[in-house]
């Protein structure tokens, strides 16, 4: 007791204090324990345990000294107390400085642990996305053999599609590479050119291009804009003539930008360009036309009186005599003159025209009849192949004659000075109207002449043999009776391609009653 005031009750506190303060350090342990073992993992309760145990340590050493304090105080023993609490307070305050440590490091515990968190994290994050790849990976390898097979037959589906445009094309496609060699062309390059598919290898831009400037433009523009869009240039065939062409190309870029090639396409223009000359020659030959009328009946009359007076004087004169052989030149070319006048007449439809149903099958037969003899004589055979009920025309079956004699005479002088050849005569129906072809295996027609045959005294015959206004005269008959006449050379066979000679196709409109027949029987037959 001190100053009158029990010590039991403090004695017993504290005695109960310190037991429960080593029941709780030991709880708090060994739950920290049991956590720990769960996640091992855990800072957080790896941490925690290291605490309770220091906590649970200087506990137990702080409740054990107040424990034997009180015990060795209540038996009495109160020196031997002051003997051992000295190693009682050290135990106490080496266990409330690892208890101190412990805390001091929770901070860089705590640091250290939200790194390791973070990068735990990182890693986590890493393996789920290398998971989701491997998922992917895992169904591309279960598919990709089905989309390499449907890829590749889309690339065939669109090579076939490519080969099929390039081959089947009726215009000239073909490639060439930085140094102007083709290096492919597809057939109707080749039959437009005349060349050979083994010659692709030694084939230049300057073996085809005519005009070796115009190559120079292509490379140029190619170079320069990437494109070449509706070029006109004239091409050479391997047998040295000429092929108008419209030409488009698009050059071929490699990876640096530089120009490794060109694709090219062509369509010939050959044909159309003829066309468009006989057009303009047939404007010109209008007018011509009617020039030549005028002409015409302003030297008629002239003639008529030298031709006149000529034959009056001739009865004035000596047969025998130099003056009657004068007078009789003069009327052989006066008549020669006239001749020609009726010639130019007839060019410009101003003489005499009677129209009636013509057959050409039996015109054609006539003409042949005249002239088979003198084609035999200079080993030219004669083909027919007349059409069966072949529809008439109206016509004047003399002009209509006049102009197969001309054109068989015109085939007969170009297989003369090759010894001889072949001549076709064909009829047959065209779209309703009556087609007539005369086709000679001559030598042909240069380019350079196709656009004038027509023209007024334009012939290449020498002087003397002709005054070249037969195909004139023709060109204006075919004219009167509504048709047109049309010359191909060489002529263009769709199997065997270009074959010497000429052809002229000749188009009538079917006769008036004819017309009217056909309409007749389609009403009866609807």
């Not at 029990?6 to 310190?18: E, H, N, Q, V, Y």
């Not at 000429?242 to 530089?258: Q, Y």
């Not at 005499?352 to 088979?372: C, Q």
Request: glycine letters at 8%.
């Amino acid at each position: 007791m001190i100053a009158g005031v029990p010590l039991l009750p403090a004695i017993l506190l504290d005695i109960i204090g310190s037991a429960a303060n080593i029941v709780l350090a030991f709880l708090s342990w060994r739950y920290a324990l049991l956590l720990s073992r769960r996640q091992p993992d855990n800072f957080v309760w790896g941490y925690l345990f290291y605490v309770t145990f220091a906590i649970a340590a200087f506990t137990i050493s702080r409740a054990v000294g107040h424990l034997i304090k009180q015990f060795l105080l209540i038996a009495g023993q109160a020196d031997l107390w002051r003997e051992i609490s000295p190693y009682s307070g050290g135990f106490n305050t080496l266990f409330m400085i690892s208890v101190a440590a412990v805390m001091i490091f929770y901070h860089k515990g705590v640091q250290a642990y939200e790194a390791l968190e973070h990068e735990a994290g990182k890693l986590k994050n890493a393996n789920r996305e290398l998971a989701a790849a491997a998922v992917q990976l895992r169904d591309l390898n279960q598919t990709l053999e089905q989309k390499v097979e449907e890829r590749t037959e889309e690339l065939s589906q669109s090579e076939k599609k490519f080969r099929h445009l390039f081959s089947a094309s009726k215009d000239m496609v073909f490639f060439s590479d930085a140094g102007n060699r083709v290096v492919d062309m597809n057939d109707s390059g080749f039959e437009m050119l005349g060349y050979c598919r083994e010659e692709t290898s030694t084939l230049q831009l300057a073996d085809i291009f005519l005009n070796p400037d115009e190559i120079d433009t292509f490379i140029t523009r190619l170079s320069r804009d990437g494109y070449i869009k509706d070029l006109n240039v004239d091409l050479a065939r391997r047998d040295g003539k000429i092929v108008s062409v419209l030409l488009s190309a698009t050059a071929i870029i490699g990876e640096r930008g530089e120009v490794q090639g060109s694709e090219v396409i062509a369509k010939d223009l050959t044909r159309l360009k003829t066309m468009m000359e006989q057009l303009a020659s047939s404007e010109k030959m209008a007018s011509v036309g009617q020039i030549a009328a005028g002409v015409a009946h302003e030297i008629n009359t002239p003639l008529g009186i030298i031709l006149g007076y000529s034959q009056l004087l001739m009865d004035d004169v000596q047969e025998d005599s130099d003056a009657y052989q004068s007078l009789k030149v003069i009327e052989r070319q006066t008549k020669a003159s006239r001749k020609i006048v009726a010639d130019l007449l007839k060019f410009s439809r101003q003489s005499g025209s009677t129209r009636e149903e013509v057959d050409l099958n039996e015109i054609l037969a006539d003409v042949v009849a005249v002239t088979e003899h003198t084609l035999g004589l200079s080993n030219i055979a004669i083909h027919r192949q007349m059409a069966n009920d072949l529809p008439g025309v109206d016509g004047d079956p003399e002009k209509l004659r006049q102009v197969f004699v001309n054109l068989v005479n015109n085939a007969h002088h170009a297989m003369l000075a090759q010894g001889g050849g072949e001549l076709l005569l064909r009829t047959r129906i065209d779209n309703g109207d009556v087609m007539v072809e005369v086709r000679d295996s001559g030598h042909g027609i240069p380019e350079r002449y196709l656009a004038r045959i027509f023209d007024p005294f334009f012939t290449t015959k020498p002087v003397g043999q002709g005054t070249g206004l037969g195909l004139s005269v023709s060109y204006g008959i075919i004219h009167e009776h509504g048709g047109t006449i049309e010359v191909e050379s060489p002529v263009l066979d769709q199997q065997q391609g270009a074959l010497p000679g000429t052809l002229f196709r000749i188009r009538l409109p079917r006769s008036g009653a004819d017309r009217r027949q056909m309409t007749d029987m389609s009403g009866a037959r609807a």
